[in-house]
């Protein structure tokens, strides 16, 4: 069964530090992966996503993401945080087979203090 | 283009009662897919319609259930709620089946008291 786990449920960091948000994932075949943004009270907000191609995939708001086949990982990074990137941020992976469903990770909180 | 719409965005109900949520995709799009996200068990798929098929449905009890319509609007309905059923409810559209990426409405939040 396809499943996504993001390890941290909390990252801190520094506003203009570099940031990570870990996410593995464990699909049988090639993975469609995708990160998404939820900030509080509001539905979710699509960063970017990996079908195919290049490794490093760039996305909205300066975030970019790396794809990694050997280690099954898909980390969110940013160069420089922003405070108003603290939100939380799911990881997810398409379901396989004929279905366009959406597995997700459980989520970490992402804050950057000033 | 305007995102995807749901109404209402806040509903409050009592146990045994039923509830419908509508969401609005984005115009043009065919794909409705509904998601549950709830603290315990986080994000969880619903359902999703095209061109008015229910095409895949998740493991939810027979009590959820839902419809698409012509103009690719979508209802979900809840009937005998129960206290576990709280949560908030989000629809996602996607344009067709060529399509990979799902955009998501604000959501409804459903409290069951």
């Known amino acids: 069964a396809q499943s996504v786990a993001q390890p941290e449920d909390q990252v801190n960091v520094a506003e203009g530090n570099p940031l990570t948000v870990k996410c593995t994932y464990s699909?049988?075949?090639?993975?469609?992966l995708f990160w998404y943004v939820q900030y509080p009270n509001r539905g979710l907000q699509f960063l970017l996503k990996y079908i195919t191609g290049d490794n490093l995939v760039k996305g909205s708001y300066g975030f970019e993401a790396e794809f990694n086949k050997s280690q099954t990982s898909f980390h969110l990074k940013k160069p420089s945080a922003l405070v108003s990137d603290s939100a939380l941020y799911f990881c997810a992976v398409r379901d396989t087979g004929a279905t366009n469903k959406l597995i997700f990770g459980t989520g970490t909180l992402l804050a950057v203090q000033p | 283009k305007a995102g995807v719409t749901q109404t209402p965005r806040y509903l409050i109900k009592t146990r045994g009662q039923q509830v419908t949520l509508s969401c609005s995709p984005i115009?043009?799009?065919?794909?409705v897919s509904w998601y549950q996200q709830t603290p315990g068990q986080g994000l969880q798929f619903l359902f999703e319609y095209f061109s008015e098929t229910q095409r895949n449905k998740g493991n939810f009890p027979g009590r959820f259930s839902g419809r698409q319509f012509s103009n690719s609007r979508s209802e979900m309905n809840v009937s005998t709620l129960e206290l576990g059923d709280s949560a908030l409810y989000l629809c996602a559209s996607r344009a067709d089946s060529a399509q990979e990426t799902q955009y998501f409405g604000p959501g409804t939040r459903l409290l069951v008291l």
């Open positions: 115009s043009g799009h065919r794909s």
């Open positions: 699909v049988s075949g090639n993975p469609y």
